[in-house]
């Protein structure tokens, strides 16, 4: 079945540092992709997207493409700030016939400190 | 404007009680999501809503799960004869007709089970 893989961390960084957190996924298809943030004490969140190979999903800083020849989708973000610290979750939606559920990795806790 | 909600925020049960989750979707939202996030097991589907098809129950994890959507807006999640292993925060999400992609999450509700 669809599966999705994430750096567990826990990650911590310096503010202003480089953010790489790395997800691959396997699944039938082409399926769509998803960066979910939560922030404490917070509901889930949609950061951004990607729908199709090639595509580049980017919201507050944070960017990912869509490879598919890596089957991979990798959050990035150039600077980081101590509000960025949460739990971030990468996922995927099939593009199976009725598949409409998300299917997510288990998570990376990001800290960040001043 | 209104998000998902759900209630209680927090419920704890004794060890083979039932129980009753309820959710709120989103206005006008036609496909409504159940999941649950655990420690153990990360963030997995439970069971998903669309108008007045059949629901997509291949989430649910034993038969003393049943979930219900009333007059194509409100759900509730029942968990009959509750375990130990319940233990977790159960989310709801909405999305838009047609927008699969764009899934809103409620606030989710902590169970605990003594």
């Known amino acids: 079945g669809d599966s999705v893989t994430q750096m567990e961390g826990p990650v911590t960084l310096s503010e202003e540092a480089f953010l790489t957190i790395n997800c691959t996924y396997t699944a039938t298809g082409y399926p769509s992709l998803f960066w979910y943030v939560q922030y404490p004490g917070e509901g889930l969140q949609l950061l951004l997207k990607?729908?199709?190979?090639?595509d580049k999903g980017s919201n507050k800083g944070f960017e990912a493409t869509y490879r598919k020849e890596t089957t991979s989708f990798h959050l990035e973000k150039g600077s980081v700030q101590v509000s960025d610290s949460a739990v971030y979750f990468c996922?995927?939606?099939?593009?199976?016939?009725?598949?409409?559920?998300?299917?997510f990795g288990q998570g990376t806790r990001l800290t960040i400190n001043p | 404007g209104a998000g998902v909600s759900q209630s209680p925020s927090n419920k704890v049960t004794e060890k083979g009680k039932d129980v009753e989750l309820r959710c709120d979707p989103i206005?006008?939202?036609?496909?409504l999501y159940w999941y649950r996030q655990s420690l153990g097991q990360g963030l997995e589907f439970l069971i998903y809503f669309q108008g007045n098809s059949a629901p997509d129950k291949s989430g649910l994890p034993s038969d003393r799960f049943s979930a219900e959507r009333t007059g194509g807006s409100v759900s509730t999640l029942t968990i009959q004869r509750t375990q130990q292993e319940d233990s977790a925060v159960y989310l709801c999400?909405?999305?838009?007709?047609?927008?699969?992609?764009?899934?809103?999450f409620g606030p989710g509700t902590r169970l605990t089970v003594l």
């Open positions: 999400a909405s999305s838009p007709p047609r927008e699969y992609n764009e899934q809103f």
């Open positions: 996922a995927l939606r099939s593009r199976s016939q009725g598949a409409q559920k998300l299917v």
């Open positions: 206005s006008g939202h036609t496909a």
């Open positions: 990607a729908t199709k190979a090639d």
